[in-house]
């Protein structure tokens, strides 16, 4: 391989894949900047100017409103609890039936697998889904925005192959030591799954915050609305975050700068997130990729 790069045509390849790779992160980066930007910029250069990366005047207005009111800081607790609750629960469920599904001893082993493939290629629907939510009574309650989600057949099958590639020498050592299969579970496998658990903590994690139509289908009352969805009543009516306790007749508040301030508010979150999990996510993509 590393021959390979020493030659005229390596050298050219990694060139043009820079190149391509540094233009592909520049048009990407670009609007993230534009939002950042105009959310530190006033009112008055937002509408004037159509695009700009820095602003004329820094302005702190539209993050002061959006944390002044009650409406934004509730949406954003709810979408933080559900986000901390849900992904525990989806990676005890999908960890602790993936591990059984690994052991070929397992009675029964392809009939639950049979059926998590047939959940993986079919799914009940959109309306099937909310009549389910609507008759367990879980509709407008924090239960709806996580637990028709808990598994994911998909990744279950991931993890099911990650478990089967260790060895089981250490299982029946341990066995023979005493331990049960809880003891083997959380005392050997769970501490070998340390990229895999935090892989998936990340896919689960950004995939609960990011979760639009869950509290779209389910979600009736205003104060248990996710971030998402205020976002959504942001850009589609200006007065969704207007609160009683800032009902200034003089007060005009800033439409424009609020909408690119929830932006960075709602996104910040998982960016603080992902460099703690990053070391263990290159290794954790690779989990379950070479063995059925």
């Known amino acids: 391989m590393h021959k390979l790069h020493n030659t005229r045509g390596g050298r050219i390849f990694d060139v043009v894949n820079i190149i391509f790779l540094s233009a592909l992160a520049i048009i990407m980066i670009i609007p993230f900047i534009y939002v950042i930007a105009a959310s530190f910029a006033t009112e008055a250069?937002?509408?004037?100017?159509?695009?700009?990366?820095?602003?004329?005047?820094?302005?702190?207005?539209?993050?002061?409103?959006?944390?002044?009111?009650?409406?934004?800081?509730?949406?954003?607790?709810?979408?933080?609890?559900?986000?901390?609750?849900?992904?525990?629960?989806?990676?005890?469920?999908?960890?602790?039936?993936?591990?059984?599904?690994?052991?070929?001893?397992?009675?029964?082993?392809?009939?639950?697998?049979?059926?998590?493939?047939?959940?993986?290629?079919?799914?009940?629907?959109?309306?099937?889904?909310?009549?389910?939510?609507?008759?367990l009574g879980l509709l407008d309650t924090y239960w709806a925005l996580m637990l028709p989600a808990a598994i994911s057949p998909f990744n279950l099958m991931i993890i099911k192959n990650f478990f089967q590639e260790i060895p089981l020498e250490l299982e029946e050592s341990a066995r023979m030591d005493g331990a049960s299969e809880i003891t083997i579970f959380t005392k050997i496998m769970l501490p070998l799954s340390k990229p895999t658990i935090a892989t998936f903590t990340l896919f689960y994690a950004v995939g609960i915050w990011n979760d639009f139509m869950s509290g779209l289908l389910y979600i009736n009352d205003s104060a248990k609305w996710p971030i998402q969805l205020l976002l959504r009543q942001i850009t589609m009516q200006s007065s969704a975050l207007n609160d009683a306790a800032l009902t200034d007749p003089n007060y005009i508040p800033p439409e424009q700068g609020m909408k690119f301030a929830v932006i960075i508010v709602a996104t910040l979150p998982i960016l603080i997130f992902y460099p703690f999990l990053q070391k263990h996510f290159a290794k954790g993509m690779m989990v379950g990729s070479v063995k059925g």
């Not at 700009?52 to 009650?70: D, R």
């Not at 082993?109 to 609507?134: C, D, E, Q």
């Open 45 to 135: 250069e937002i509408t004037t100017r159509s695009f700009f990366l820095w602003p004329h005047t820094f302005s702190l207005e539209s993050y002061k409103y959006i944390f002044e009111t009650s409406a934004f800081l509730r949406s954003l607790l709810v979408t933080i609890g559900v986000t901390i609750v849900g992904t525990l629960i989806q990676l005890f469920f999908t960890f602790s039936f993936a591990y059984p599904l690994s052991r070929r001893y397992l009675r029964g082993r392809n009939v639950y697998l049979n059926m998590v493939i047939f959940a993986m290629l079919f799914s009940g629907g959109m309306i099937p889904t909310f009549l389910v939510v609507k008759n």
